[in-house]
């Protein structure tokens, strides 16, 4: 747990001190957490996992990743590594509520992944000795709206 804290803090240090700009002048942090998840509640698209929630789950959940040089990880119990990582989510039985899936395609009230990430997840049965997740910088409101967006379109691939 404490690998956990050290890499999130190690994370959050390195990241409050860049700011990347794209040509257009804008943050490129602010362009991978923007979504088509406005237009998936009119009708639109729906966000595609690679290029739209691998990288906010690459940018703030750190401890469910397998680190490049080997080492073991802080939360071996889910792995979203590119690969890997749509696998370990989607029709996948929660740990912490048997019976809950992590992610189920079209349903956001009944994917733990949205509990854990928007702190309802004691309200569904999950532990009250469980921090929302990411424990130490929760997601934007619009980083949470795209991953719903992307659950409520089927969570494809």
Same mark, same amino acid.
């Given at each position: 747990?404490?690998?956990?804290?050290?890499?999130?803090?190690?994370?959050?240090?390195?990241?409050?001190?860049?700011?990347?700009?794209?040509?257009?002048?804008?943050?490129?942090?602010?362009?991978?957490?923007?979504?088509?998840?406005?237009?998936?509640?009119?009708?639109?698209?729906?966000?595609?996992?690679?290029?739209?929630?691998?990288?906010? /789950?690459?940018?703030?959940?750190?401890?469910?990743?397998? $680190? =490049?040089?080997? *080492?073991? !990880?802080?939360?071996?119990?889910?792995?979203?590594?590119?690969?890997?990582?749509?696998?370990?989510?989607?029709?996948?039985?929660?740990?912490?509520?048997?019976?809950?899936?992590?992610?189920?395609?079209?349903?956001?009230?009944?994917?733990?992944?949205?509990?854990? /990430?928007?702190?309802?997840?004691?309200?569904?049965?999950? $532990? =009250?000795?469980? *921090?929302? !997740?990411?424990?130490?910088?929760?997601?934007?409101?619009?980083?949470?709206?795209?991953?719903?967006?992307?659950?409520?379109?089927?969570?494809?691939?």
């Amino acid at each position: 747990m404490r690998t956990c804290w050290q890499l999130c803090l190690g994370f959050v240090l390195l990241t409050a001190c860049e700011s990347p700009i794209d040509d257009a002048g804008d943050s490129a942090a602010t362009d991978t957490s923007t979504s088509t998840s406005t237009s998936t509640e009119t009708g639109g698209e729906t966000p595609e996992f690679a290029a739209e929630i691998q990288p906010i /789950l690459e940018s703030a959940c750190l401890c469910h990743f397998s $680190p =490049a040089n080997g *080492d073991d !990880m802080s939360a071996p119990y889910l792995t979203l590594n590119a690969g890997v990582g749509l696998g370990e989510l989607v029709g996948v039985d929660a740990v912490q509520v048997p019976g809950m899936k992590r992610v189920v395609p079209g349903d956001i009230q009944n994917s733990y992944l949205v509990h854990k /990430l928007r702190g309802t997840h004691v309200d569904v049965g999950g $532990p =009250a000795d469980t *921090d929302p !997740m990411p424990p130490l910088l929760a997601l934007d409101e619009t980083q949470i709206t795209t991953i719903e967006a992307w659950i409520a379109g089927g969570a494809p691939g």
